[in-house]
């Protein structure tokens, strides 16, 4: 498969190589800019002839975020969601955000065998009308994204640190990420002619922003021991260096630390953001309930936010979570020195949803 990057726009690709330093390798250097320029001539011609179709944003109902830290069941809940009555992003338009409605479609093909049959961090498995969430398709549009840490781990934290937070950026660099998220939202919702339902855990950092782009939005959030989060987070980097990082990854990269501060900050910043956010805008839900009671948690996911549709989409979700039943979830179980380093650096996240640590395990999986 070709690397993510290969769906940038040219002032994406020359920005992304000038913080993080660019592929160490020189062939992935071409490779990526053989694809970015090879597609040029395609890219230009669908954004003149697609911009009079796209709808305003104001002209858009009001989407549905799903927030929430990685790893605490947005994907599972999103999947469910996404069965009836919602738009949502196709894996295409991941790939080739630019390209949605010309190459993607003449490649979908080959591109759909190109998916691999489950996700790299889990088991989940991977069709093409699999919902996906967005943020590495706004790697390929903006120079603001949490990916870019990944994809260049030798600027690691600085670049997670820009696409999370947008530390050290000005407004005019908040703003042209504005503006290219809200493009790629008009082309979904043109592309899926209906209201569209978001997930991306990237956003649990800007609840703000996104109801000042979109007044109306309505956000779910779901939260997770932050134990489990913490060691299924360790996997998660692990696999997602090991495939999509462009550079070595440093022997000092401390992975653990930025797990931790990144939490704590993301979590931060979204209790402030959100105080006061209520029915029917916002509701909070726990994983255990989700995977406790599924159609209990989402019912009462419609109810709160005044969705319709719940009545149709249960009986859709009833034979999806059949036939995910026998799905074996990663286990991951802490020593005792890590669930003290969680205690201690996430104490506040524990006590404020009523989290326990998990027990200790004799043989610790860290893969």
Known sequence: MAHPLSGADIDTLAAVFRDGGGPDRLPDRA???????GRLPATLLEKIFIARALPRAAEMPPPV??????????????????????????????GLPHDMFGIARALRPLLERQLPETRFI???PVTPTSPQEDEIAIANMSPLS????????KAFDRLIDRGLFFDGCGVAEIDAWSERFVYFMRKLAYDQKKPLLIKNPVYTARPALLRKLFP?????????????????????YNKLLGVLALQEVPVDLDVDATILRVYDR?????????????APDFVEIPYDRLDRDPLGAIGQIY???GLDGFETLEPLARRYLGEIDGFQKNAFKGDKPTIAKVDAALGPWLARWNYAAPDVAENVRTS
């Open 146 to 153: 949490f990916y870019h840490g990944i994809y260049f781990p």
């Open 31 to 37: 490779a990526l800019w053989g694809a970015v320029l």
């Open 303 to 305: 109810e709160s936010l």
């Open 266 to 278: 993301m979590m931060r910043r979204f209790v402030e953001q959100t105080a006061g956010w209520a």
């Open 216 to 236: 109306g939005a309505k956000f779910i959030h779901i939260h997770r021991n932050p134990h489990d989060v913490f060691l299924s987070m360790r996997n998660f």
């Open 65 to 94: 975020f799903i927030l929430g830290h990685w790893r605490s069941g947005t994907t599972h809940l999103y999947n469910v969601m996404s069965l009836h009555g919602w738009g949502y992003v196709p894996p295409v338009a991941v």
């Open 122 to 124: 889990d088991n989940i």
